[in-house]
């Protein structure tokens, strides 16, 4: 089978065979995808940790909503955080340390670019913790084995508020119907998805 075409920014939904406790059921915004390996951020998984709190302890207020849970965006380097967020104003998009992704689409991990944006965040903001990532030919192999589907990226699906259904509105948007697909899974635990 030949590999797969792959190019970031892209969405990977994980199909039912994946059952590693971190993946299962979760939506990954892929960002890179290189001969050297691949990453991007899980954004269907909520931590228990609030934004307020975190940015408490780095000495940074929070001006948003003191119940924003953090996202879990990956297992790789969780103690590091990385903003997601999607804005038109050009007092953030236009902050040195902030990255486009995708149209509209920003993130940044630099500290003081995070305290302007914990001053006015926007609507569309996510802070995540930790990220997904996979070395050289990791990803093509899982795809092949039929781990992943890819699907554009929707916007309510990286900031929706209702995570815990992301999973089963990607497949949705990309014509699978979850309820059809084989549980080949041992049990019926979510894997910690939330």
């Known amino acids: 089978m030949a ?6 920014p892209v969405l990977l939904l994980a199909l039912p065979q994946v ?3 971190f993946f299962k059921k979760s939506v990954v915004l892929l960002l890179a995808h290189e001969e050297e390996g691949s990453f991007g951020f899980i954004v269907n998984r909520r931590t228990e940790l609030r934004v307020a709190d975190i940015l408490k302890d780095l000495g940074v207020g ?3 909503d003191t119940t ?9 380097q969780p103690q590091v ?11 953030l998009t236009g902050l040195p340390g902030v990255t486009e992704i995708l149209p509209g689409v920003r993130l940044t991990q630099n500290l003081a670019e ?6 006015r965040p926007p609507e569309r903001f996510r802070l995540l913790l930790g990220y997904a990532g996979w070395g050289p030919g990791q990803l093509v192999e899982e795809i092949l084995r039929n781990d992943w589907l890819t ?3 929707a916007g309510e699906l990286v900031f929706g508020d209702e995570t815990e259904t992301a999973w089963e509105r990607g497949l949705r948007a990309v014509g699978v119907d979850p309820e059809t697909l084989p549980a080949w899974t041992g049990g019926d635990s979510d894997g910690g998805a939330n």
């Open 19 to 21: 059952t590693d406790p």
């Open 151 to 153: 699907a554009p990226v």
């Open 114 to 119: 995070l305290a302007r944006l914990a001053e």
């Open 62 to 64: 929070w001006a948003g």
């Open 81 to 91: 955080g990385t903003v997601l967020f999607a804005s038109d104003d050009p007092e």
């Open 3 to 8: 590999a797969p075409e792959l190019v970031a």
């Open 68 to 76: 924003t849970l953090a996202g879990f965006g990956g297992p790789v």
